[in-house]
């Protein structure tokens, strides 16, 4: 029996958080340990309940080995909080998981910078470009990004450190065999090929409102700095904020429009002192002591990642083939790509009917194909990049 197995029966005790298990293992000193052990060994524990107590008397060890098995033949790692190759950073949390499966390459952070990347999936064009400027920039110059692969300034963040040829890591809220959002497919695969998609649920684990909450802490565990791009007050990427201070981390934040909502959350925390202002990559790799001649590893030949250089046309023509509805929808779904937002200025640009314009948006919304925002519509690829 391998020691990994143990470690898997640990991570799937039902009600037993990461936190709690992490109690077990000072106590018992390993997974095996805690499996041997007899009923009355536990009864002193805080915070055992019954439901934790009977997972814990739980001792078959099927649902460990078939996850084994799984991994095995999907090529999926996995790398337990014993393993040499579990971040050293992510150690560090209160909170670690037990067990990360990871697809791809997971980079070394061992004497590397990383900077997690978070913000709102409503982003205005304005918090995508900041994303994608940010995240290109520093991935360029050694940088580990690391994001949650989501719609909006996540996908974003990712997607600008491939295009700089540098090197990203997504943590999601299901496994790593589950690609969510649908849309990013392929930046999921791009993903695996320049850094590694990450979790701590086992391969086939549907995405849970749940889930998410959970995964940030290791999204912001993973990073020396956290950066908000764009939030609001009420969002997932103030509370990855949060986390990040928790666990001792730098928090930097973007500042916005003082009439946008999407920005009020950045402004917010800079207000309070809780996130330092950030307004160019120097910012924040001045911070960790990176120069151009500071570069901590040899990256591929790359254009310097820019807000203007974002790969629009590339998207476009790739969502363009997937979309498999009318002419019509494809007319406004390149309207909406084109920057108009609203309603009328598809009508004005399209010639179409407004009515037309009103049911097109309707599939394409479904489809998500575009995305309703504060200021209108965005069209899939902005939203994904």
């Known amino acids: 029996m391998t020691n990994g197995i143990y470690w898997l029966w640990l991570a799937t005790r039902p009600r037993c958080s990461a936190r709690f298990c992490g109690h077990l293992l000072e106590r018992f000193g390993s997974p095996e340990a805690i499996w041997r ?17 009977d997972s814990l008397m739980e001792k078959d060890l099927t649902v460990a080995q078939h996850i084994e098995e799984t991994c095995r033949k999907q090529d999926i790692q996995i790398v337990t909080l014993e393993d040499e190759r579990y971040p050293q950073l992510l150690r560090e949390i209160p909170d670690p998981p037990l067990v990360l499966y990871v697809r791809g390459t997971l980079p070394d952070f061992t004497d590397r910078v990383s900077v997690s990347i978070v913000g709102t999936r409503k982003c205005t064009r304005y ?12 991935a ?9 692969m989501a719609i ?3 996908g974003t963040a990712n997607r600008a450190a491939i295009e700089a040829g540098g090197e990203t890591v997504a943590v999601l809220g299901c496994g790593v065999d589950v690609c969510y959002p649908w849309q990013h497919k392929q930046l999921m695969d791009d993903i695996m090929q320049h850094g590694a998609v990450i979790s701590e649920y086992p391969p086939g684990t549907e995405p849970k409102g749940t889930h998410f909450p959970v995964r940030n802490r290791i999204i912001t565990g993973l990073g020396k700095g956290t950066l908000i791009v764009e939030a609001p007050k009420k969002s997932g990427a103030l509370i990855s904020a949060d986390l990040a201070l928790e666990q001792g981390r730098d928090v930097f934040a973007v500042p916005g429009d003082i009439n946008r909502p999407s920005s009020a959350g950045c402004n917010a925390r800079i207000r309070q002192g809780a996130a330092e202002l950030v307004q160019e990559p120097a910012d924040i790799l001045a911070q960790y002591q990176l120069t151009d001649s500071r570069i901590q590893r040899k990256l591929q030949p790359a254009k310097q990642a820019s807000i203007q250089e974002m790969p629009r046309e590339k998207e476009r023509k790739k969502l363009l083939r997937r979309l ?28 179409l009917p407004a009515a037309s314009v009103l049911t097109a948006l309707t599939m394409l919304e479904v489809g998500q194909y575009v995305a309703a925002t504060e200021s209108g519509y965005q069209a899939a690829a902005d939203v994904e990049l």
């Open 152 to 154: 909006g300034i996540d």
């Open 37 to 53: 052990a007899e009923q009355q060994e536990f009864e002193d524990i805080p915070r055992l309940n019954k439901v934790k107590m």
């Open 140 to 148: 360029q110059r050694g940088v580990i990004i690391v994001s949650g």
């Open 324 to 351: 498999e509805g009318s002419e019509e929808e494809r007319t406004v779904w390149c309207a909406v790509h084109d920057g108009q937002e609203t309603v009328d200025a598809i009508v004005e640009k399209t010639g």
């Open 127 to 138: 918090g995508k470009q900041a994303a994608w400027h940010f995240a290109g920039n520093l």
